[in-house]
């Protein structure tokens, strides 16, 4: 689907603006987003979870139970990396919340091991698949801020998932890169008709500029608070999101998305919010492979909360949800947003931790399946089932809807998460006992994999 983050920036001049760099995912892939493995976590512990689903503009409150200024959260699940302004806001209309709650202090790394983890900024983008939508020479200056951090992880995040996918495939991804005339840009990776992947596309998002009025009077009527000057509010925004459609039914679709969205406001002090997750698609239900993609994901989960996976995977479970089918999308994963405590550098680990699943969770599926054999009746119920996830996308992904009824977004990218093909019988149900019903049982009732 697709899925779409802000970042905000401190910007009262084109200057400034640039200075920020951010941006923000619009590629709300089908519903929520490519990770891989790249930046070493730092693990913390976190004292317990103050998890909160929220609606109608109803107000966050912290463990303490004051008030948090801070707390629009946005519950699209991906949008495409292209309309990544237009995604996020799109999730205003209905949104959620997640605090993450007070963590104990995490201890200091080495030295040594900081250094490696971040390294030479031009020596980790030559690894890229495209050249950085921010400037290189602007990236080295600002190193340690979050804007930098993270559209460095989304960068490796789609190098590494990208590469990985080729090596698979044995084809290559074509890499566009656009600009956003208002500010920033994008990369987008597609790869279509390949000997494994029908269409796989894995997109990078990073924009800046300025909140519309329209959309800070749909951030304001959900309680948020934002004070902007002479009217205008600055804002950075970026993520990565990738959909990948293999051509074997027996290798399932996967969704990922992760993203950052920064707010400036008149006194300088910025609102920021991380959020993201990864689900999973499958045509014909395989047990073992549910159990590695969600104990993979319950994993990085558990290294900061021990009830981060089953709270997220509630919420993959609502989010991904065919209301007018009564069946979820999928077997689900994680999904969450507005995450925005206890602090920035805490919450962008945990980021890290979930960006890292991306290949370890889905490549081995992959390669288990690689020469499966099927039959062409197989085949049609893989097409009836990407039947139903264009049906998600279009139907319910705020992300696309709101890409595709605004002026100016770019289309293509809002789309990437469609499949190549599908397919739409008249009131096709499958045979009792058979394969295709037992994956329409689990659709309608969510099993626990883990």
């Not at 290559?172 to 008709?193: A, L, N, Y």
Request: hydrophobic share 35%; aromatic share 10%.
């Amino acid at each position: 689907m697709a899925s779409i983050v802000l970042l905000s920036v401190k910007q009262t001049a084109q200057t400034k603006a640039k200075r920020c760099l951010g941006s923000r995912l619009k590629g709300l892939a089908g519903a929520g987003g490519p990770s891989a493995t790249f930046l070493p976590e730092r693990e913390w512990l976190s004292k317990g979870l103050n998890l909160r689903f929220m609606s109608h503009g109803t107000a966050g409150r912290s463990a303490a139970g004051t008030t948090r200024r801070g707390a629009l959260a946005f519950s699209g699940a991906a949008a495409v990396a292209a309309a990544a302004v237009v995604g996020f806001l799109a999730n205003a209309n209905h949104f959620q919340r997640a605090e993450m709650a007070t963590t104990i202090p995490q201890k200091a790394k080495k030295k040594k091991e900081e250094e490696e983890e971040e390294g030479d900024i031009a020596q980790r983008c030559r690894g890229f698949m495209s050249v950085p939508v921010t400037d290189i020479s602007v990236l080295e200056k600002r190193k340690d801020e979050m804007s930098t951090k993270m559209e460095m992880l989304i960068m490796e995040t789609q190098a590494e998932f990208c590469k990985a996918l080729e090596e698979v495939d044995g084809g290559t991804f074509k890499v566009d890169k656009w600009q956003r005339k208002e500010g920033g840009g994008g990369i987008s990776c597609v790869m279509q008709d390949g000997k494994v992947f029908e269409k796989a596309g894995v997109n990078v998002s990073v924009v800046f500029g300025y909140l519309t009025e329209e959309a800070a009077k749909q951030m304001r009527s959900r309680g948020k608070v934002l004070k902007g000057k002479d009217g205008k509010l600055p804002f950075c925004a970026m993520g990565v999101s990738s959909v990948i459609h293999p051509k074997n039914p027996h290798i399932p679709t996967v969704h990922f998305n992760y993203r950052y969205f920064e707010i400036e406001e008149e006194d300088g002090s910025k609102q920021w919010w991380f959020g993201g997750g990864t689900d999973l698609t499958p045509v014909y239900i395989d047990r073992e492979d549910a159990f590695l993609f969600h104990n993979t994901l319950k994993e990085a989960c558990d290294k900061h909360h021990p009830k981060y996976y089953a709270d997220f995977k509630k919420w993959c479970d609502r989010y991904f949800y065919v209301r007018h089918r009564g069946e979820t999308r999928g077997i689900g994963g994680i999904f969450f947003d507005d995450l925005d405590s206890p602090n920035q550098e805490e919450v962008f680990n945990f980021i890290k931790s979930c960006a890292r699943t991306v290949v370890p969770c889905y490549l081995p599926i992959v390669k288990k399946h690689l020469n499966d054999s099927f039959t062409q009746e197989e085949k049609d119920w893989q097409q009836v089932r990407r039947g139903r996830y264009v049906e998600f996308n279009l139907v319910y992904d705020r992300g696309v809807k709101f890409g595709l009824a605004t002026p100016g977004s770019r289309i293509e990218s809002i789309l990437m998460s469609l499949p190549l093909t599908a397919r739409w019988e008249y009131m096709h149900e499958p045979g009792k006992g058979s394969r295709e019903a037992e994956m329409l049982e689990v659709l309608r009732n969510p099993k626990e994999w883990v």
